[in-house]
Antibody, heavy 121, light 108 residues
Framework: QVQLVQSGAEVKKPGSSVKVSCKAS????????INWVRQAPGQGLEWMGG????????KYAQRFQGRVTIIADESTSTAYMELSSLISEDTAVYYC??????????????WGQGTLVTVSS | DIQMTQSPSSLSASVGDRVTITCRAS??????LNWYQQKPGKAPKLLIY???TLQSGVPSRFSGSGSGTDFTLTISSLQPEDLATYYC??????????FGGGTKVEIK
């Protein structure tokens, strides 16, 4: 059974950076894309970007370009998402999710438990 | 970017009712449409992929239909445990992956 376990909650100051980890177990880490999706309090789901570990190149949503970095460490089956220049509006729960390819695109079949990042002075 | 619009944004129904949620894409996405259920305080859970294929372990009262721009998620007989927010998501044209705004389902 695939499991994605994320790092714990963080409290950050405006202007700082946060790095969230997502450790996978129970599956083949390298060949599935790991994506990051965030959810601000009371709001919907927002895709930030993703990476296929075996290829190592990440893709990002335009609105986060230049502020987000997603990497994957195949040796530890862990993906990381770093968000810099934090502002209060970045306060959200951040999820990692595995992308599964189907005959009609891909879907997110396994999710981490979420990491609450609070940005406050 | 492809915009996904869900309606209604919220609904209230009784146990046993048939519930229908719609999702409209800003352009044709063939059948590249997935549905998720998110219970309060929990991570989203995949319900349906490729517009109509039920994810393993999901109760058969959930079903999906549609193609092109218009899609529907149906709960044939609403149960108390179906209290949740439901999201559609397209994977036709990425990046970016885009989600609908969500439909909150409440039990009367």
């Amino acid at each position: 059974q695939v499991q994605l376990v994320q790092s714990g909650a963080e409290v950050k100051k405006p202007g700082s950076s946060v790095k969230v980890s997502c450790k996978a177990s129970g599956g083949t880490f390298s060949s599935y894309a790991i994506n990051w999706v965030r959810q601000a309090p009371g709001q919907g789901l927002e895709w930030m970007g993703g990476i296929i570990p075996m290829f190592g190149t990440a893709k990002y949503a335009q609105r986060f370009q230049g502020r987000v970095t997603i990497i994957a460490d195949e040796s530890t089956s862990t993906a990381y998402m770093e968000l810099s220049s934090l502002i209060s509006e970045d306060t959200a729960v951040y999820y990692c999710a595995r992308a599964f390819s189907t005959y009609s695109g891909s879907c997110f079949d396994y999710w981490g438990q979420g990491t609450l990042v609070t940005v406050s002075s | 970017d492809i915009q996904m619009t869900q309606s209604p944004s919220s609904l209230s129904a009784s146990v046993g009712d048939r519930v229908t949620i719609t999702c409209r894409a800003s352009q044709s996405i063939s059948s590249y449409l997935n549905w998720y259920q998110q219970k309060p305080g929990k991570a989203p859970k995949l319900l349906i992929y490729a517009a109509s294929t039920l994810q393993s372990g999901v109760p058969s009262r959930f079903s999906g239909s549609g193609s092109g721009t218009d899609f529907t998620l149906t709960i044939s007989s609403l149960q108390p445990e179906d209290l949740a927010t439901y999201y559609c998501q397209q994977s036709y044209s990425t990046p970016p992956v885009t989600f609908g705004g969500g439909t909150k389902v409440e039990i009367k």
